[in-house]
């Protein structure tokens, strides 16, 4: 099996802390997001999506990581214990609805607050304006607020008492805007118990490694400036803008 990955990406994070916790054998293939490695022909074989995270089993190709952490989970039941994809019909579902659900919401905003604080800076040389900052941060912390009384409420784990893939997705993405120096977890004792909890299931060593490269995005300015990245993306950030 052949995962395509890069770990600045929270969906590649959450596929490969997978893989990697319960032994799943495969061979990483870095796909450089910063230096447009997706954008190209070698990638495009693989898929048309242009996006990783991919897995290749054979010559059957999986794209969009939730379907990848799912097949990863029924192709090795021997290797994944069950509480990572419940079989109990209500728990199951708990984890679909949160899966569903995080696309629109925890990735959409924690992913917006990154771009914004990380990324557009880089790009444009100025800082994203008052207003839409302090918008995008509003929208993560009403997200945040949803995640918790909605999803945790006062279990352990999103599923109730075991961590599942839904704690998973979850992490990897909060990690997101806290990449960029956004503590999201202050003053939220709830919700850093929780955190405490995933990282003790997965592993500290395994999840620092695997949050290494999100936690030292001060370097993207020298490797788009080295890469000649800042040109390709001047007209996407311009159109966020416009």
């Not at 319960?22 to 048309?48: C, N, R, W, Y």
């Not at 021997?78 to 919401?105: C, I, K, M």
């Not at 959409?108 to 990154?114: D, L, N």
Request: charged share 25%; hydrophobic share 45%; net charge negative.
């Amino acid at each position: 099996m052949e995962l395509y990955l890069d770990l600045h990406s929270q969906p590649c994070r959450s596929v490969y802390l997978l893989a990697k916790k319960t032994g799943i054998p495969f061979h990483f293939k870095l796909v450089d997001l910063s230096a447009g490695q997706q954008f190209g022909e070698d990638f495009g074989k693989v898929s048309m999506v242009r996006k990783v995270p991919v897995m290749k089993d054979g010559n059957f190709i999986l794209t969009e990581s939730v379907a990848i952490l799912q097949y990863m989970v029924e192709k090795f039941p021997q290797l994944v214990p069950g509480h990572w994809y419940p079989s109990d019909l209500q728990h199951r579902a708990r984890v679909n609805e949160f899966l569903s659900w995080q696309h629109t919401a925890l990735r959409a905003h924690g992913s917006k607050v990154f771009w914004f604080r990380a990324v557009v800076p880089v790009v444009t040389g100025t800082a994203v304006p008052k207003e839409k900052m302090d918008s995008a941060l509003e929208d993560l912390k009403e997200t945040m607020e949803v995640f918790q009384n909605k999803f945790l409420k006062d279990s352990s784990f999103i599923a109730g008492e075991e961590v599942s893939l839904a704690d998973l997705v979850a992490i990897v993405e909060i990690m997101q805007p806290v990449g960029t120096g956004l503590d999201v977890f202050e003053g939220q004792p709830v919700l850093s118990v929780w955190r405490e909890r995933v990282k003790k299931e997965i592993g500290k060593e395994l999840f620092d490694e695997a949050h290494q490269s999100i936690m030292n995005v001060d370097c993207l300015a020298k490797t788009f400036q080295d890469n000649g990245m800042l040109d390709f993306l001047k007209p996407h950030i311009h159109k966020m803008f416009t």
